[in-house]
């Protein structure tokens, strides 16, 4: 006991804390690892999202682009078509 009446003796629960590690030693450190891969997963979770996010507006885009290109092949296809019908077609020179 202190001078003033209270009890020296750290709480109950500190030797309980105390005792859980001497029990397992490496538990404590697999919990610091296992919060620390946890932490790590979810900011990767996080990235993957906005990733998909980003690839969803590039496929947008680029069914834009893919459209523009088919429809030039089409005029195209459409002008050779053209110029074999009125025999126009000349060799490139």
Not at 8 to 34: D, M, V
Not at 80 to 91: M, R, S, V
Request: no cysteine; proline share 5%; net charge negative.
């Amino acid at each position: 006991m202190l001078l003033d009446g209270r009890d020296a003796r750290p709480p109950l629960s500190l030797y309980a804390t105390y005792l859980k590690i001497l029990e397992s030693p490496h538990e404590h450190q697999q919990n610091l690892l296992l919060s620390r891969i946890i932490n790590n997963v979810e900011k990767l979770n996080e990235a993957v999202v906005v990733m998909n996010k980003s690839l969803q507006d590039i496929n947008i885009q680029n069914m834009n682009v893919e459209l523009v290109a088919q429809m030039f092949k089409n005029y195209q296809s459409n002008v050779l078509f053209h110029l074999e019908a009125t025999d126009n077609l000349k060799p490139p020179s």
